[in-house]
């Protein structure tokens, strides 16, 4: 069964509805809003943008595109698309989000193992970078692509069965205001020994912080409903890899320009996975 399109958007203007006239979204108010030939919609207004080009660069997401499509990161992708499709055993129709889509890898999974159950499907990727949901909408052009900040999202309220938010930047009022009751947020952060080994070679001390809290989400009949631990371990990788690796995640700007030059020297060298799934979900009761 072929993903769907989306048929209600917001404006990020005044919150009106937009209606889709041909390659054009636009609201009763006129604010008019184009289909980039990729197939995405630029719903980011200047006045919100607090740089040029927000978000991960050109730079930063071919990086994570090369790197995710060699399947290092298999593992968490499997993880994912496991635990959404257990979410997702009863629907026939289904909405998600992928909120800070990245490049789309991690959506583009989970839509391939939910269509196998003969779902009718809407998924969407959002993220602030431009490049980024370009990528997503390369790697899968039936994907629904918007250019949009996670603190304002431009979808209707209650519109989505599960807002999924892989090692991005998570906005629960939002999240909560776009699902639907009994919908269920999924996330993933890393965990205390992901990376231990690049980043013991980057930085003079190496901090094993546990994953992103979420108590601020666990209010208002909202609780975590499933919690699960993925670790691995990868295969060797190259020195290019590394590059990759070191691009696509915040260390490059973190580390000392001495802890970069260490981390140029890798080569031929495993890396250990450690990432924490968690389903927060509405009306759940144990």
Known sequence: MPLLSLTQLLCPIDQKELRQDGNTWRCQNKHCFDVAKQGYVNLLPVQNKKSLDPGDSKEM???????????????????????????????EQLSILDAGCGEGYYLNAVC?????????????????????VRSCKIRNPKLNG??????????????????????GFPVFEEFK???????????ADPGPEHLIELRSQIYET????????????????????????????????SA??????LV??????????EGRERAAKLQNMPVSGDVLIRVISHGYQA
């Open 61 to 91: 997401i071919a990086a994570r595109r090369d790197f995710l499509n060699s399947g290092v990161y298999q593992p968490i992708a499997v993880a994912l698309a496991k635990t959404l499709a257990g979410l997702c055993k009863e629907h």
């Open 240 to 245: 290019e890899q590394f590059e990759q690796l």
């Open 206 to 237: 190496v901090r094993r912080n546990p994953p992103a809290d979420i108590n601020a989400a666990l209010i208002d009949d909202w609780q975590l409903s499933d919690s699960i631990n993925v670790q691995f371990t990868t295969p060797p990788l």
């Open 248 to 257: 696509m995640t915040p260390h490059l700007y973190r580390a000392s320009r």
């Open 146 to 167: 918007l250019v949009a900040s996670n603190r304002q999202i431009p979808l209707p309220d209650h519109s989505q069965d599960i807002v999924l938010c892989t090692f």
């Open 112 to 132: 391939e193992q939910l269509l196998l159950n003969d779902v009718e499907l809407t998924a969407t990727g959002l993220d602030i970078s431009k490049w980024a």
């Open 177 to 187: 205001r776009i699902l639907k009751p009994g919908g269920h947020i999924v996330m």
